[in-house]
């Protein structure tokens, strides 16, 4: 006696969650941040290779470890970890912040952390993924940035020249520095409601105006100040 039972729906079934596998796999391995994921306890159950990638670390022997216990972490960053943590445990369910990570060679590299909880149907903690992504290049463009802003500011302001910053259409004056006030006579606020014609005798404006759109300019002005008196400049833009 044989019987048959029709398994198609089930075969189909298993190549489908085998097929899903596969693709989570390729996309958790070949993923730009390193992905950890954790249990219910808080025990890393799995973790990508970008770690190894970037900071010089096998990621074998973090399984099994807690989050906080990552080798790569400073101390700063050990009390971040926890401190996040008891916010999520307090209810919230996602964490978002920046930590600073010791690679196997010393280089500091900056990581950009994002934690997802994942909760049971009574909101107790069944485990977390969290992904860290390497923002270095992008932190230190930043601040070298700001660095060179606050340099252009100091030049700036404490240059011996009087120097105007105004738009080109209309020549409304944007900013100014201290020694544009002290020649001019007037403070920077009033000189912020003015145009660059404003402080241009008529007999040479025309002139001035006529070089504005041009790449480069240089030439002698009479300009007035807030008392009437009028001065000579010279004009390099």
Avoid: C
């Avoid at 992904?131 to 930043?142: Q, R």
């Avoid at 105004?166 to 544009?180: F, M, Q, S």
């Amino acid at each position: 006696i044989e019987t048959f039972i029709d398994i198609t729906e089930m075969k189909q079934l298993q190549e489908q969650i085998s097929k899903n596998e596969k693709k989570y796999h390729t996309m958790f391995q070949n993923s730009p941040a390193s992905i950890i994921m954790t249990n219910a306890d808080g025990i890393i159950i799995d973790i990508n290779d970008r770690v190894a990638e970037w900071l010089g670390y096998d990621a074998k022997p973090i399984i099994g470890k807690r989050v906080h216990e990552l080798p790569f972490l400073t101390k700063q960053s050990r009390r971040k970890i926890v401190e996040e943590y008891k916010k999520r445990a307090a209810g919230n369910d996602r964490s978002d912040y920046e930590l600073s990570l010791i690679a196997k060679d010393s280089r500091v590299h900056i990581g950009s952390v994002l934690v997802n909880t994942l909760r049971d149907d009574q909101q107790k903690i069944q485990g977390e993924i969290i992904t860290i992504l390497d923002i270095t290049d992008e932190k230190n463009a930043n601040d070298q940035m700001v660095k060179n802003e606050k340099k252009f500011k100091e030049l700036f302001e404490n240059s011996n020249d009087a120097i105007f910053i105004h738009t080109i259409d209309d020549e409304k004056i944007l900013a100014v520095n201290k020694r544009a006030e002290e020649v001019t006579g007037y403070s920077r606020e009033e000189l912020l409601t003015m145009t660059a014609g404003d402080l241009s005798i008529e007999e040479t404006y025309g002139e001035h105006n006529s070089l504005i759109n041009n790449d480069t300019l240089h030439i002698e002005s009479n300009f007035k100040k807030k008392d009437g008196t009028i001065i000579w400049v010279d004009i390099s833009a």
